[in-house]
């Protein structure tokens, strides 16, 4: 494992406008953050507030207008275009609401995916894969296609498929989003034992307050800036009923 | 596998509906230029060798010939041997040949036949290796080294001044005035001889009329004994193109050293003919040439027309005729013009196709830009996405292609199978056949290539552009 830095992400002053059609939004609102390395990080708050969008910026999908976001240390907004590809795909995870796994793809390969595209051996991702995809409690659907799948058995793969690369931050936009609360709950619990075991950052947007129960850390957002910031000493483990 | 290749076959399969359409047209566009390319090198092939029998790649002519007297008697050209020592020293490679050729008529007078013409090409069996009509012999045999070539002598006619304000009147006669004297041999045109079953038959002889001369009425009479029929693959040039040795035609048209003296009779004209003559081999009409065979054969007009100017900067003063001068001459443009109108026909159609790749991958593009997104949020850089889009071209060009090239090849078996053959004159067919040579193949198979990658490559860029966000976006709004 390389170098640990701590904190593992950190925003300076960070905002984002979007200008479209001559309108000015402004989505974040100079918000400055660190997250430690093993935090489990929920982000709530009302739609539009910038959840999304403070996402896509950690995730370096997205720059932000100003201010700057480090990661390990490191100023990404230094980084050419080849290594943000290359950050992305070894140091980051996603999963997004609608689970976006390839329809043609079996669900096997679609966790693999991720592993290949960063020109892994083939055996390797295949073996990851799979321990993942039993770990997810998802292994005995390898062979079928994505598609076929429900959608918490979908949303499990994509996170097998976020961790093949071994990431050391997980970002998921409203993971549990097109979920019912059942399936929500599982999810949740399951990235919440990935967090404990393999002491993997999340970072989870959600505007949902019963998953945001998850997590020893929970910000809120308004506006574009954080208006709450809750560190939990005791991390609420969820018991089903 | 790489990746992007994978990525790219699995995009294939998904829209396997409408790249199967485009393939489709690609592929049977290529196949009807194939087809199409390929009987016209087989045309080109059959006009080629049969036109070549007489006229090579280039014709050096004098300087007041037109290419019609390529068919009858044209005018001396004085150092023909000359030239066509001057051609092979100075283009290596280059052969040239000196031919005599006279304009023939036969049949005057016989019963329940026409008079008929025929033009008569002087070659040489021995050193002549442009006409090959050796190998297109059908019935009867090619010249021997005893055949009765030469008499010794000029034919005989008589040349009676006009009177008054008449015309000066040549005549000869095809009748063997020597007993012992046998007739010259000649080779003939199986054509000719379905024309007229009477008169041309191997073994026969017959009585000719000859003009000896471009310029003056002057005709001898001689007579020939058929020793074979050819048949060239062009049954027009089989009726009309009739060989004799070229010394036959210089002793007929008394190209050498004449000894003998006319017998004038005043008030009547001029005996003239039984003159010895020691015939010289340096003289002729035209000297033909042929350049080495090209590289490849997809453009021989303009090779030929290439040769042409080679030729034509040696010999600048003398009339220079190319085969596709002659070609034009005896089918028009018409070649051309089907050339053109195949190369043209392809292109828009392959245009279209190219377009429509383009935009039947900017629609799959459009809903396809949250997977795009979501391969970038997964560490694939702009260049991968491009090529999963760029391999989609190639493989929809190289399926094309290659089924364009099956299925040509699979046409092309089945007529030759079949055995299709098109109605020629005098009941003769010409069959249709296909040459296909590597350069068509090659275009058959790099062109979609080229065309659906090219095609490929507007939307591969659109695609590796994509912001991963607006990707991401987007992609939630088709939800
Ligand atoms: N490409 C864009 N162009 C213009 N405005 C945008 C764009 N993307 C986002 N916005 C605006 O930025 C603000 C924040 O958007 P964002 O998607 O981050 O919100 P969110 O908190 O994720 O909302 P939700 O809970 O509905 O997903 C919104 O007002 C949105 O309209
Ligand atoms: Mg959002």
Redo the contacts with the bound molecule.
């Keep these: 494992m390389s170098k640990s830095y701590d904190p593992i992400i950190r925003l300076e002053h960070v905002s984002k406008v979007y200008n479209e059609y001559g309108t000015k939004v402004l989505a974040l609102d100079d918000i400055s953050l660190e997250i430690s390395r093993g935090e489990f990080v929920s982000i709530v708050g009302p739609?539009g507030c910038g959840?999304?969008t403070m996402?896509h910026c950690m995730g370096l999908l997205d720059r932000p207008s100003s201010g700057t976001i480090y990661i390990e240390g490191k100023d990404t907004s230094k980084i050419s275009g080849k290594e943000i590809a290359l950050f992305r795909g070894y140091r980051l995870g996603f999963v997004f609401q609608n689970y976006n796994l390839i329809p043609r793809l079996t669900v096997l390969e679609n966790v693999m995916l991720p592993g290949l595209i960063m020109g892994k051996n083939k055996k390797d991702v295949e073996h990851r894969a799979y321990t993942l995809l039993r770990e997810t409690g998802i292994s005995h659907r390898a062979d079928h296609r994505g598609i076929h799948l429900s959608g918490g058995e979908q949303q499990k793969v994509a996170i097998a498929r976020a961790l093949i690369n071994n990431p050391v931050i997980v970002l998921a936009?409203?993971p549990t989003g097109a979920l019912d609360t059942k399936n929500s709950l599982d999810i949740m619990n399951l990235l919440s034992k990935i967090n404990r075991e393999k002491r993997v950052t999340f970072i989870v947007?959600s505007h949902d307050n019963n998953i945001s129960r998850y997590g020893n850390r929970k910000i809120l957002l308004k506006d574009g800036k954080i208006t709450e910031d809750i560190k939990k000493k005791n991390r609420r483990k969820y018991e089903h009923t | 596998m790489d990746i992007s290749r994978h990525l790219a076959w699995g995009e294939v399969k998904e829209h396997k509906r409408i790249y199967g359409i485009i393939i489709v047209v690609i592929s049977l566009t290529m196949t009807s230029f194939m087809l199409e390319n390929a009987y016209l090198n087989y045309m080109m092939q059959v006009v080629n060798d049969t036109t070549k029998i007489i006229t090579a790649d280039v014709i050096i002519a004098n300087s007041d010939y037109t290419i019609r007297d390529l068919y009858g008697t044209g005018c001396e050209l004085r150092n023909a041997g000359e030239i066509a020592d001057r051609i092979e020293r100075e283009l290596p490679g280059y052969e040239t040949s000196i031919r005599v050729t006279a304009q023939g008529t036969y049949g005057i007078g016989a019963a329940g036949e026409g008079a008929d013409a025929c033009s008569i090409q002087g070659i040489d069996p021995l050193d002549d290796s442009i006409s090959d009509i050796r190998s297109k012999i059908v019935e009867g045999r090619f010249f021997k080294e005893d055949d009765p070539i030469l008499r010794g002598h000029t034919p005989f006619y008589i040349k009676i001044r006009g009177p008054g304000s008449l015309p000066d009147f040549t005549y000869g006669t095809g009748q063997r005035l020597l007993k012992n004297e046998k007739p010259y041999p000649i080779i003939v045109g199986a054509t000719a001889a379905k024309l007229h079953p009477s008169l041309i038959k191997v073994g026969k002889t017959l009585d000719l009329t000859i003009s000896m001369s471009g310029r003056e009425t002057s005709y001898a009479g001689i007579t020939v004994k058929i020793i074979g029929l050819y048949e060239s693959g062009t049954p027009t040039l089989d009726a009309i193109v009739w060989f004799m040795h070229v010394d036959s035609l210089r002793e007929i048209k008394g190209y050498g050293n004449i000894t003998g003296r006319d017998w004038y009779i005043p008030g009547v004209g001029t005996f003239r003919g039984f003159n010895p003559i020691e015939i010289d081999r340096k003289r002729g009409d035209v000297v033909l040439v042929k350049a080495p065979e090209p590289f490849y054969q997809l453009d021989p007009i303009g090779y030929s027309e290439e040769v042409k100017k080679k030729i034509c900067s040696i010999v600048p003063n003398l009339k220079v005729f190319s085969w596709h001068d002659f070609l034009v001459y005896i089918a028009g443009s018409m070649q051309d013009v089907v050339t053109l109108m195949v190369w043209g026909s392809m292109a828009v159609t392959l245009f279209l196709c190219g377009a429509t790749i383009k935009y039947v991958m900017d629609s799959i593009i459009l809903r396809k830009t949250r997977e795009i997104g979501s391969l970038k949020a997964f560490g694939a850089r702009d260049r991968l996405i491009f090529k999963i889009f760029l391999y989609q071209g190639l493989f929809i060009g190289i399926i094309a292609g290659v089924v364009g090239i099956i299925v040509s090849v699979i046409v092309m078996n089945l007529v030759s199978w079949y055995g299709l053959s098109m109605e020629f004159i005098a009941g003769t067919q010409l069959d249709i056949g296909f040459i296909v040579n590597w350069i068509t193949i090659l275009v058959a198979l790099l062109l979609p290539i080229i065309l659906s990658v090219l095609a490929a490559a507007f939307p591969a860029k659109k695609a590796a552009g994509l912001s991963p966000v607006e990707a991401l976006r987007k992609g939630e709004l088709s939800l």
Excluded: A, F, M, P
Aim: charged letters at 45%; zero cysteines.
């Design positions: 739609s959840k999304s996402l936009d409203e947007v």
